[in-house]
Nanobody, 121 residues
Framework: QVQLVGSGGGLVQAGGSLRLSCAAS????????MGWYRQAPGKQRELVAA???????NYADSVKGRFTISRDNAKNTVYLQMNSLKPGDTAVYYC???????????????WGQGTQVTVSS
């Protein structure tokens, strides 16, 4: 079993910053891509940022230049530094990880429980 536990959400004023963290634990052989998604009320879940095991990153256009994704492979942890936050960033943020649990099986995708980020104007 694999668990992802996220933390770091909260309430912040527009222009402020927050840092999200998400740690994977359990039976882990390796982790491929890790990422952050978000879902605002009445909207579909969307990709915010992703990072490969080698550190290659990908961002949604709406967050480029403001958000930074990083990971610590030794700790099986992914981070999302969010700066210059806007009210439009308000959403529940979910971390995800593509985890290989045995060396002969393909990766499975696991999700964190979600953390609320609210940006006030």
């Amino acid at each position: 079993q694999v668990q992802l536990v996220g933390s770091g959400g909260g309430l912040v004023q527009a222009g402020g910053s927050l840092r999200l963290s998400c740690a994977a634990s359990g039976i882990i052989f390796s982790i491929n891509d890790m990422g952050w998604y978000r879902q605002a009320p009445g909207k579909q879940r969307e990709l915010v940022a992703a990072i490969t095991s080698g550190g290659i990153t990908n961002y949604a256009d709406s967050v480029k230049g403001r958000f930074t994704i990083s990971r610590d492979n030794a700790k099986n942890t992914v981070y999302l530094q969010m700066n210059s936050l806007k009210p439009g960033d308000t959403a529940v943020y979910y971390c995800e990880a593509d985890v290989v649990t045995t060396n002969w099986a393909p990766p499975d995708r696991y999700w964190g429980q979600g953390t609320q980020v609210t940006v006030s104007s």
